[in-house]
T-cell receptor, first 113, second 113 residues
Framework: KNQVEQSPQSLIILEGKNCTLQ??????????LRWYKQDTGRGPVSLTI?????NTKSNGRYTATLDADTKQSSLHITASQLSDSASYIC????????????FGAGTTVTVRA | DSGVTQTPKHLITATGQRVTLRCSPRSGDLSVYWYQQSLDQGLQFLIQ???????AKGNILERFSAQQFPDLHSELNLSSLELGDSALYFCASSPTPSAGELFFGEGSRLTVL
C-alpha cells in the first residue's frame, strides 16, 4: 500500500476558479513534504517544501498547508490559469539514514477556459 | 532549466534490444536518482547513487542496471527490452542524499516496438 495517498485522482476546473488538492501520508518519522508540479511530458518542479513545524507556505497562487498531527497536507490553487494544467505530486521524506522519498500518484488538474 | 541534462530525449527501439540513457546532474550535486513513469502512471523509483556508490534501490528490474561515474554523470542501461518498458525515464539530482528537493531532467522517452 502506498504510504502517500493523493486525492482526487483528477479534476477539471474553470479558469479563474480555486481548487484544493489533498495528500495524506503514513510515512514515519516525518522529515518534510514537498509538492511538485509536473507539466505533461516534462520533469517535475518543486513548488513548496513543508517541514514539521510549518503549517502554511505560499508560492504565488499556490498555498500549501500541513497538519503533522493528522498527517495531511493540501495544496490550494487560487484564481487558476490555463498554465496550471498539470499533475501535482506530493512527496514525503522519511527522516532516516537514507532519507527515503515516498511519492504520491499525483493529481491531474485540467483548467478550462 | 533545472540544470539536469538527459540524453537522448527520444528513443525508439525494438523488443529484445538494449539501450543506455545518460544523465548529467546539476553542477555540484552528488546524488542521482532514476525514475520510470509509464503512461498516465506516477513516478516509480528505480535507483539512487551518491558520489559514485549505490545508495538505494527501488523497483528496478534485473534487466536494468545503472552506475554513476567519477565525473558524477550516470547511465541507466536497459536490456532485453519489452513492450512494457516503454515509458519516460527521469533522472533527478540533489546536493546530498538527505536533500529534500530533487531537480529533475526533462526525461528520456523510450518507445519499444
Amino acid at each position: 500500500k502506498n504510504q502517500v495517498e493523493q486525492s482526487p485522482q483528477s479534476l477539471i476546473i474553470l479558469e479563474g476558479k480555486n481548487c484544493t488538492l489533498q495528500c495524506n501520508y503514513t510515512v514515519s518519522p516525518f522529515s518534510n513534504l514537498r509538492w511538485y508540479k509536473q507539466d505533461t511530458g516534462r520533469g517535475p518542479v518543486s513548488l513548496t517544501i513543508m517541514t514539521f513545524s510549518e503549517n502554511t507556505k505560499s508560492n504565488g497562487r499556490y498555498t500549501a498547508t500541513l497538519d503533522a498531527d493528522t498527517k495531511q497536507s493540501s495544496l490550494h490553487i487560487t484564481a487558476s490559469q490555463l498554465s496550471d494544467s498539470a499533475s501535482y505530486i506530493c512527496v514525503v521524506t522519511v527522516r532516516s539514514n537514507d532519507y527515503k522519498l515516498s511519492f504520491g500518484a499525483g493529481t491531474t488538474v485540467t483548467v478550462r477556459a | 532549466d533545472s540544470g539536469v541534462t538527459q540524453t537522448p530525449k527520444h528513443l525508439i527501439t525494438a523488443t529484445g534490444q538494449r539501450v543506455t540513457l545518460r544523465c548529467s546532474p546539476r553542477s555540484g550535486d552528488l546524488s542521482v536518482y532514476w525514475y520510470q513513469q509509464s503512461l498516465d502512471q506516477g513516478l516509480q523509483f528505480l535507483i539512487q547513487y551518491y558520489n559514485g556508490e549505490e545508495r538505494a534501490k527501488g523497483n528496478i528490474l534485473e534487466r536494468f542496471s545503472a552506475q554513476q561515474f567519477p565525473d558524477l554523470h550516470s547511465e541507466l542501461n536497459l536490456s532485453s527490452l519489452e513492450l512494457g518498458d516503454s515509458a519516460l525515464y527521469f533522472c533527478a539530482s540533489s546536493p546530498t542524499p538527505s536533500a529534500g528537493e530533487l531537480f529533475f531532467g526533462e526525461g528520456s522517452r523510450l518507445t519499444v516496438l
